[in-house]
């Protein structure tokens, strides 16, 4: 697959709004069947929780984190860019929403370590 | 050959719709040498049988659009030192079009797609009514303005994935085309281009990669143009089918 026309900063950023999607898709399954933990089975989802405090588990965490707020910020950028007047600053809105993203996961790994 | 020139080292695609492969040839490198250069070269140098397409050599006939290192450049106005890899050049037909020969590729499902999106003009008084004025800073020709400069050179339509994913999507250049009518006022045809333009393989498989204004080579903007097709045919949605 040639992708040399794939290059472009904006391209890129679709790209990762597209994975980060995909990759929130196959997690919400696990994290609803979890949340059901919490109605039927009390004691797994207390020893599931208790697991969730290994550090590297942490470190996952701030990575789904990442990922929700590329996929939240990405897509209040593509809204702007379809609804509202167009505005050439497309790749300093593309760079903003990845320095947000990063702000925000790094900020939930620091609080949670 | 002078020894002593510098070559460029150059893989030309060579075949046609039942396939084909890259042969490399060597170039000798010129100052101020375009893509359509090298490939003229080639062609009255080395291999007489290759096959490609262009007219004006300014830029303003849109024939001679290639792939160039794997992305799409009009040839004429594409300085070979702006795209160089080392010493390499690769030089395919474009992306997205049916191969007829080497570089030469079949536009027509290209301009077919202009006449499906309703790109073109209805006009709303004959040729005996006078001449209509056209108001520069009026806000719709202002719109119409920024995107009339279209040359078809399809390099947007074979930058777009959009294209490659959904062969009948109408595609960057048509979809701009049809933006700039929608801002013409003395067009009569306003509904029926929203309906074309909304339809299945329309505006609406755009997904906002900005490739096509990324390689436009008269800087033009059909994500813009697309986005604001969709703006138009949203808020004809919620008016219950009313436009302009």
Redesign the interface.
């Known amino acids: 697959m040639?992708?040399?026309?794939?290059r472009?900063t904006?391209?890129i950023a679709?790209l990762i709004h597209r994975f980060s999607g995909l990759a929130l898709a196959l997690f919400l399954p696990l994290h609803f069947y979890v949340l059901g933990l919490a109605l039927n089975d009390a004691a797994r989802l207390d020893a599931f929780l208790n697991w969730t405090d290994y550090p590297l588990v942490k470190f996952v965490e701030a990575i789904l984190v990442l990922l929700l707020a590329l996929h939240l910020f990405g897509g209040l950028r593509?809204l702007a860019?379809?609804?509202l007047p167009?505005s050439p600053r497309?790749k300093a809105y593309a760079a903003s929403a990845a320095a947000l993203s990063f702000f925000v996961s790094v900020g939930f790994f620091l609080s949670a370590v | 050959m002078d020894q002593n020139v510098e070559r460029l080292q150059v893989r030309v695609w060579r075949g046609n719709a039942n396939g084909g492969g890259y042969r490399s040839y060597e170039v000798p490198a010129q100052q101020s040498q375009t893509v359509l250069d090298v490939v003229t070269w080639i062609q009255q140098n080395a291999e007489p049988t290759l096959t490609y397409r262009f007219a004006c050599r300014v830029g303003m006939c849109g024939s001679c659009a290639m792939m160039v290192n794997g992305e799409p450049r009009w040839t004429c106005r594409t300085h070979v030192k702006k795209v160089l890899d080392g010493r390499q050049l690769e030089i395919a037909p474009l992306r997205n079009l049916p191969v007829i020969k080497d570089l030469a590729t079949d536009m027509a499902a290209f301009f077919d797609k202009w006449t499906r999106a309703e790109g073109v003009f209805h006009p709303t008084a004959t040729r005996a009514d006078a001449i209509a004025p056209i108001v520069p800073d009026d806000p719709m020709r202002v719109l119409a303005n920024e995107a009339i400069e279209c040359i078809n050179c399809a390099v947007c339509y074979a930058a777009c994935d959009t294209v490659a994913a959904n062969p009948e999507y109408l595609g960057p250049a048509a979809l701009n085309r049809a933006w700039t009518l929608q801002n013409d006022e003395r067009d009569s045809a306003y509904a029926g281009r929203l309906s074309a333009v909304s339809s299945g393989d329309g505006c609406f498989n755009c997904h906002s990669h900005q490739s096509c204004m990324t390689y436009c080579p008269n800087e033009l903007n059909p994500t813009a143009s697309i986005a604001g097709l969709k703006r138009l045919s949203a808020a004809s949605f919620f008016k219950g089918g009313r436009g302009r």
């Open positions: 040639d992708i040399r026309h794939r472009d904006l391209r679709s593509l860019l379809e609804f167009w497309q």
